[in-house]
């Protein structure tokens, strides 16, 4: 019998992919969103997150830009 889950793929670099699993690291167990990791850079995660996922990278890279200070 197959045994299907809907879901969406990610597809990312090294780092990305690091701060997403640490993202799904710290929430609580029944929170967690990442379905299956299928290598270093590609996930299958519940389809509801993407929102979130995409508003984290966005903060994470805000915090993390260089502005010329004048």
């Known amino acids: ?9 990610i597809s990312c670099d090294i780092p990305m992919a690091q701060f997403i699993v640490n993202m799904n690291a710290a929430l609580p167990a029944s929170q967690k969103f990442i379905i299956h990791v299928l290598d270093s850079t590609h996930f299958f995660v519940q389809p509801d997150v993407a929102g979130m996922i995409r508003s984290a990278i966005s903060e994470f890279r805000d915090q993390n830009s260089y502005e010329k200070p004048t």
Do not use: P, R, Y
């Open 1 to 9: 019998m197959v045994n299907a889950t809907k879901g969406l793929f």
